[in-house]
């Protein structure tokens, strides 16, 4: 099955500020991305070069096959902020939808308009945070694309919408095999609902993979102080931290960590997605530690 998204070398700048630098990643079609990182880490740069609507200063990017380009009816993009327009009612988006997508599927933005409890008539500029996240989700999906990209789409909303937003979502997914690739400062969310992890701090991909992968491979390390060298080949120290007797390690191995002298736990997203910012020494955490 071709990628979904396949990029080498991906770069981007605007004058001398890097917003993306040298980004290697393949991301299998099928899957729901979860692409997450502080402010300024480069998300929104990532999606747009992946929509077309940027080009990359150096390196290569393909999106399911091809150079990407605005307008293509296989991408779906709903960008930050949800933008629709304020004087057109929900009818017209779907008309201006039709219009513009010759795969447009009327049924299908019909249906998620009356089980939204949307009224056709209302002006989108008079609606909710949460409803225009889902009149702008509706727009996308009924283009029927093959990759869906959304920047922050549930950033505005309350708890339950946010809920009832990512499992409309999934299922659609799900259903219709379409593949996802979402940011978000919200891991906890992301962890209900991605089954593969991009961390990009300071515009570089920290790490990326299958969530289950990365579950399995990262352990919490505690034991008596010593240097992280010694733990041997095949483990890689993502985040360490000593006190005069203790030593504490956030490992990435494939293979089990055998030492009695180490008591091993295992991590959750969020404390992966943590240990790598720390990593990379940056600062901005608080919004990524935001739960629910
Ligand atoms: N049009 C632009 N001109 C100049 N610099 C830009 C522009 N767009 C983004 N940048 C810079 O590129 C870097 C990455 O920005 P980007 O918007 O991709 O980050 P982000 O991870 O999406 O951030 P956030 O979580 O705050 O939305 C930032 O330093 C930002 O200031």
């Given at each position: 099955?071709?990628?979904?998204?396949?990029?080498?070398?991906?770069?981007?700048?605007?004058?001398?500020?890097?917003?993306?630098?040298?980004c290697t990643l393949n991301i299998p079609?099928?899957?729901?991305?979860?692409?997450?990182?502080?402010?300024?880490?480069?998300?929104?740069?990532?999606?747009?070069?992946?929509?077309?609507?940027?080009?990359?200063?150096?390196?290569?990017?393909?999106?399911?096959?091809?150079?990407?380009?605005?307008?293509?009816?296989?991408?779906?993009?709903?960008?930050?902020?949800?933008?629709?327009?304020?004087?057109?009612?929900?009818?017209?988006?779907?008309?201006?939808?039709?219009?513009?997508?010759?795969?447009?599927?009327?049924?299908?933005?019909?249906?998620?308009?009356?089980?939204?409890?949307?009224?056709?008539?209302?002006?989108?500029?008079?609606?909710?945070?949460?409803?225009?996240?889902?009149?702008?989700?509706?727009?996308?999906?009924?283009?029927?694309?093959?990759?869906?990209?959304?920047?922050?789409?549930?950033?505005?909303?309350?708890?339950?919408?946010?809920?009832?937003?990512?499992?409309?979502?999934?299922?659609?997914?799900?259903?219709?095999?379409?593949?996802?690739?979402?940011?978000?400062?919200?891991?906890?969310?992301?962890?209900?609902?991605?089954?593969?992890?991009?961390?990009?701090?300071?515009?570089?991909?920290?790490?990326?993979?299958?969530?289950?992968?990365?579950?399995?491979?990262?352990?919490?390390?505690?034991?008596?102080?010593?240097?992280?060298?010694?733990?041997?080949?095949?483990?890689?120290?993502?985040?360490?931290?000593?006190?005069?007797?203790?030593?504490?390690?956030?490992?990435?191995?494939?293979?089990?960590?055998?030492?009695?002298?180490?008591?091993?736990?295992?991590?959750?997203?969020?404390?992966?997605?943590?240990?790598?910012?720390?990593?990379?020494?940056?600062?901005?955490?608080?919004?990524?530690?935001?739960?629910?």
């Amino acid at each position: 099955m071709t990628d979904a998204v396949t990029t080498t070398g991906l770069t981007k700048r605007y004058g001398r500020r890097t917003a993306l630098s040298d980004c290697t990643l393949n991301i299998p079609a099928g899957h729901v991305v979860g692409l997450v990182g502080p402010n300024g880490a480069g998300k929104s740069t990532l999606l747009q070069l992946t929509c077309g609507l940027l080009a990359p200063t150096e390196g290569r990017i393909e999106v399911l096959g091809h150079t990407p380009h605005t307008g293509s009816p296989r991408l779906g993009f709903v960008a930050q902020d949800t933008p629709v327009y304020g004087n057109l009612t929900v009818a017209d988006h779907l008309r201006f939808g039709a219009h513009l997508n010759p795969g447009w599927d009327k049924a299908l933005a019909q249906r998620r308009i009356a089980e939204l409890g949307l009224d056709p008539s209302q002006r989108a500029g008079k609606l909710s945070g949460g409803q225009r996240a889902q009149l702008a989700l509706t727009l996308a999906i009924a283009k029927r694309p093959e990759l869906l990209l959304l920047d922050e789409p549930v950033a505005a909303l309350d708890p339950l919408a946010r809920r009832e937003f990512l499992q409309g979502l999934m299922s659609y997914a799900a259903e219709n095999g379409t593949s996802v690739v979402m940011s978000s400062h919200l891991v906890a969310d992301l962890e209900r609902v991605c089954d593969y992890l991009i961390v990009l701090v300071a515009s570089r991909v920290r790490v990326h993979g299958d969530v289950d992968e990365l579950l399995g491979t990262h352990h919490r390390l505690t034991g008596p102080r010593r240097d992280p060298d010694t733990l041997g080949p095949g483990r890689e120290v993502v985040q360490a931290s000593h006190t005069d007797v203790q030593s504490t390690l956030v490992v990435r191995s494939t293979a089990p960590v055998d030492d009695p002298s180490w008591t091993s736990d295992r991590l959750d997203l969020e404390d992966i997605v943590l240990a790598y910012m720390a990593q990379a020494g940056t600062h901005g955490r608080d919004r990524v530690l935001e739960k629910r």
